[in-house]
């Protein structure tokens, strides 16, 4: 798909269809889902334990070692979501390891998180600088929440125009940026709750998941004697927290596939995603 296609009808995006269909697919394929899951959990958990070891020693090896282990998880999931796109909208299912792809797709689908990634930067530094020019004289909580919004703003409104260009990579329809920008015309509020949608549920049960950890912290201030223990129920509820990631993954990466269908791809291929 060149980037000159023109959408030739405008469509709406069926978001109600398309994030209860998210779900159930992740359900239905779950026999198919479970071994690449499998590795999308150990990588999420890695880089989490990777993140709380780093939290006691901040020094610039261990930041390092950080980093790079965020690099690899990233480029693990990378694989994941390519598999899963192809398997939705290209028909091409592989079972066991083989699931995760790593070739041709997965570069272009590397280049096009890599385009959106520095469209996020490049939204974060210019929102930095708005606020920044703005409120030098200012120093208070209203001045931080106007930093916030001059960051977010950018993001929320070009982000999920972009979103779609990562599925069109892993088919290896293109990267561009562009291309996915028509494809959304008329549906950006449509996109942000669909993707809201994916998500919520796992970011309410992911804040939940914090409050025994608190709890742990504020009781081992009281009990010193249970430091040990409560820092071993730390690392169990990081392992629950990277199991809601890997599966919030496969929802998300489900989400963006039958968006990309109902947008881009003809009616009956559509339906077909969706039911």
Same mark, same amino acid.
């Given at each position: 798909m060149s980037d000159e296609i023109l959408i030739e009808e405008k469509r709406l995006l069926p978001v109600l269809s398309v994030a209860g269909r998210s779900y159930s697919y992740v359900w239905?394929?779950?026999?198919?889902?479970? @071994? @690449?899951? =499998?590795?999308?959990?150990? $990588?999420?958990?890695?880089?989490?334990?990777?993140?709380? +070891?780093?939290?006691? %020693? @901040?020094?610039? &090896? %261990?930041?390092? &070692?950080?980093? =790079?282990?965020? $690099?690899?998880? $990233?480029?693990? +999931?990378? %694989?994941?979501?390519?598999?899963?796109?192809?398997?939705?909208? =290209?028909?091409?299912?592989?079972?066991? $390891?083989?699931? +995760?792809?790593?070739?041709?797709?997965?570069?272009?689908?590397?280049?096009a998180w890599f385009k959106i990634f520095c469209v996020a930067i490049l939204c974060a530094v210019i929102g930095a600088l708005v606020a920044a020019l703005t409120l030098h004289k200012v120093n208070n909580l209203a001045g931080i929440g106007f930093s916030v919004v001059a960051v977010v703003i950018p993001m929320l409104f070009l982000l999920p125009r972009f979103a779609l260009a990562l599925p069109a990579a892993a088919l290896g329809e293109g990267s561009s940026l562009r291309q996915a920008w028509r494809l959304t015309r008329g549906n950006w509020l449509r996109i942000i709750a669909v993707l809201v949608l994916a998500i919520l549920p796992f970011t309410l049960l992911g804040l939940l998941l914090e409050l025994p950890t608190l709890a742990a912290a504020a009781m081992s201030k009281l009990v010193p004697n249970m430091a040990g223990a409560l820092d071993s129920l730390k690392y169990v509820l990081v392992g629950f927290s990277a199991a809601l990631r890997a599966i919030s993954t496969a929802v998300l990466t489900v989400t963006l596939s039958l968006s990309y269908a109902a947008l881009a791809r003809p009616p009956a291929d559509t339906s077909e995603a969706l039911f």
């Open positions: 239905d394929h779950r026999g198919l889902l479970l @071994p @690449p899951l =499998a590795v999308v959990f150990l $990588i999420e958990y890695v880089v989490a334990f990777g993140s709380e +070891l780093a939290k006691g %020693t @901040p020094t610039a &090896s %261990t930041f390092l &070692s950080v980093l =790079a282990i965020a $690099i690899a998880g $990233i480029v693990g +999931l990378m %694989t994941f979501a390519v598999g899963l796109h192809r398997t939705i909208l =290209a028909r091409d299912v592989k079972t066991g $390891i083989a699931f +995760l792809r790593v070739d041709g797709h997965l570069r272009s689908y590397a280049w």
